[in-house]
């Protein structure tokens, strides 16, 4: 029954949009069957190798060092009140601002290689990461707090044993924020000037009015979208595991 | 106190912007000082092409969050409210909901070119998923005691939704509201960026292809300032949807 549920409506949903454009004879809109048919020829290992794997790889590294960042930065200001007091405004200013308009910016210092592909990432996901981080860190209960003081634990043990883990759900929130933005700057930047990458095949696909080919490149993104969320949440369970289970226990 | 801090944490920004060019830090022609990109501010805003293209920007805006938000609603309460048809979405809505919007700006400029339309469909399209997730949560957080003590009462379906559902949804959904209206900004100006569309961001594309850095600069502060009174603005509108409320009461009285 379960199954029938779950692929129930996707199965509608492919077979409307199959039978929908079967005879189809716009030129922009092509049969799912031809869009199907160039699908692996597209998208062979090669290709996966040259362009979706570089791609990937500056997520991952962007996503990376904005997690670090965030969650530094995060720390020390949240742990400070007159710190956070002063740069709150300004952090406040830089998060507005819409991260593709700085690919433009990032450009002239970085070039078109890939320290300012990684750098566009950096500089849009830190914001989620790092706001929710001094949120996170400002919330941890008083108690914990003093209790901590009276046990002696200072330095780094009581930053991993319990600024870190109380503010976890609260970065994790952060870095779920941060991942989807991740998606759209790496496909942003590699749309504005690059040679290789996902972003880029697409947007050639679409000059060279290739159009079935353009469709496989926005199904992959879109597939690609659904595999690192789930990562995300296979991630978020082992790190979130202790607290889901508090929280079910709490409401009994 | 605090606000004092505040001030002297944008002065200090400012200072910092414009010192580090002065002093050859950074080279001028990449990052210009503050003092030249406040002078492009103002020579932006004294042209008419500027207030044509944050018009552009807003409709889209508005427009788009507008659709997104009703869309959002109707569908989150009526999937919400009929178990079947959740339990049918969930997996669509999965599904679709990670998919980056911007992984269909090459479709719609095939579709519909340098056009408002190009730039509804992306920002629709981010916009719908952050309302409809919210309101399913919120549909879900209903007493069950409340719905049930509505339908002994006698409440029909519509008021018991008039009623019950909608106060307890209100909450989540000003939470989608405030997210929608962030990622509608973002993709707006990311579409007017990646496609042409009118308005700011294919300003600042012009302005970086024509070489005028210090006007660069300037756009993209305006693009942060509009970002920081949709932020307020949409606190606000929260406070007020939910004055009544919990959280809000809360608030005031501490």
Redesign the interface.
Known sequence: MRIVYWLGLPIVLVVAWWVATAGSTDFYVPPLQSIVAVFFDVWTLDRLRADVLPSLLRLLAGFALALLLGVGLGVLIGSRPRVRATVEPVLEFLRAVPPPVLVPVIMLFAGIGDGMKILVIVSGCVWPILLNTVEGVRAVDGVLTETARAYGLTGPARLWRLTLPAASPQIVAGARQALSLAIILMVISEMFAASSGLGYTIVEFQRSFAIPEMWTGIILLGLLGVVLSGLFRLAETAILGWYHGLRRAQKG | ??PL??????G??VLLLEVIPRAGL?PSR?LPPAAEIAVALGGELADAGFWAALRDTLSGWVLGLLIAAVAGVVLGLLIGAVPVLR??????I??L???????????V???YGASLQSKLVLVVYAAFWQMLVQVLYGVRDVDPVADETARAYGLGRAARIRHVLWPTALPYVMTGLRLAA?VA??LC??GE??IGAPGL?AR??V??SSGA?PD??A??VV??????A??VGARAVERHALRWHQSVRGEAAV
């Open positions: 106190m605090k801090l505040g001030l002297a944490g944008l200090g920004f950074v990449y339990e049918l979405t969930a997996s669509t999965e599904f909901r990670p998919i980056p919007s911007v992984a269909l700006i090459p479709l400029v095939v579709l962030a900004l973002i100006v990311t960026l990646g961001g600042i594309a302005a970086q850095i660069l600069y756009l993209i693009t942060g300032l509009l970002g920081v949709i932020n």
